[in-house]
């Protein structure tokens, strides 16, 4: 019989496989959800969670995730942003799936992405149990971003679902060059408006901001600099949902070496009891991202 001890690699050795099958199940899902795009640029009646009318393909997008992912053997529960509530779809761990983050960019055709995260607990899950994150990319090429084991890995996933890595041990460059701030310049509170005048009149940065945070986020992974959906006046908690968007996103930035916040701490310790919370989202190089909290500090 086995020891409690002589136990525990199988454990981590068994969730480990069930990382690399959703991993893989989320590479080869996507040429599926990029194809389905085009004829799926209606929205459809209703609301999700968080109050916002989806797309078709938001709809597309979460079922052919719940239905891959739901699949396989050691998830135990699947959430996504378009569902009210977590769906049990066995035993092992929880994947919360934002189907297709920036639909609004289907009508100016602009870049949109799907972001996954993996859990070892019961949903609503807190920073310290992210075991896993990914993010896709759906640009003038598809690509993955994963964050696991302590590395971030790209990916150029090709149209019959195979994969293969580009950069590997990826780090924030050290000399960042872009950024870029979510909400309503009029509802940003003023200490907030400081900060980014700050980062305005610094030459050698450059403003990247298409309305999908996959796509921003990309910009600062790949030039450094930093990202940003700030509290706003009406709305102090953002707009930016923890569980979907903080969690994966933070937990991918630090694993590249970078900083995250929601503007007085790291995103990976924000607690929220809610499946749908929402929290501020500051991430990038942590030049960049420190400020910020000293900023807001003074409100």
């Known amino acids: 019989m086995a020891t409690e001890e002589s136990s525990l690699p199988t ?4 969730a480990a496989s069930v990382i690399d099958q959703i991993v893989d199940v ?13 004829t799926r640029r209606k929205y459809v009646e209703g609301e999700n969670p968080s109050g916002e009318r989806p797309m078709e393909a938001d ?47 289907l009508k100016p055709n602009n870049t949109m992405g799907t972001i996954v995260s993996v859990y070892d607990a019961p949903l609503p899950a807190t920073g310290d149990d992210i075991v896993a994150a990914a993010y896709v990319l759906y640009g003038a090429t598809t690509t993955m971003i994963t964050a696991r084991d302590g590395t971030v890995t790209e990916y150029v996933v090709h149209p019959d679902g195979t994969y293969d890595a580009v950069r590997e041990d990826l780090t924030l460059p050290e000399d960042p060059t872009v950024y870029g701030f979510g909400g ?23 403003l990247r901001y298409g309305g999908s945070m996959i796509g921003d ?21 953002g707009k930016l949902r923890v569980q979907f968007e903080g969690y994966p996103v933070g937990h991918i930035v630090e694993t590249a070496g970078g900083y995250s916040s929601d503007g007085e701490k790291s995103l990976m310790d924000v607690e929220k009891d809610e499946l749908h919370a929402r929290t501020p ?5 942590e030049s960049l991202v420190e400020p910020i ?4 500090a003074d409100d």
């Open 26 to 38: 989320t590479a080869r899902t996507a040429p599926d959800i990029r194809q389905g795009l085009p």
């Open 293 to 296: 909290e000293a900023h807001l």
């Open 59 to 105: 709809v597309f997008a979460d079922d052919l995730l719940l239905e891959r992912i739901g699949d396989i053997a050691g998830v135990g529960e699947y959430a996504s942003e378009e569902r009210e509530e977590v769906i049990g779809v066995g035993a092992g761990l929880s994947v919360c799936v934002d189907p297709l983050d920036g639909s609004s960019n």
């Open 281 to 285: 989202v500051y991430v990038g190089n």
């Open 217 to 237: 986020v990309n910009q600062v992974l790949t030039y450094g600099g930093v990202f940003g959906y700030p509290t706003l006046k009406g709305t102090p908690e």
């Open 184 to 206: 309503r310049v009029p509802d940003w509170v003023d200490s907030f408006e400081a900060y980014v005048r700050e980062i305005e009149s610094d030459d050698s940065m450059k």
């Open 11 to 14: 454990e981590a050795s068994s």
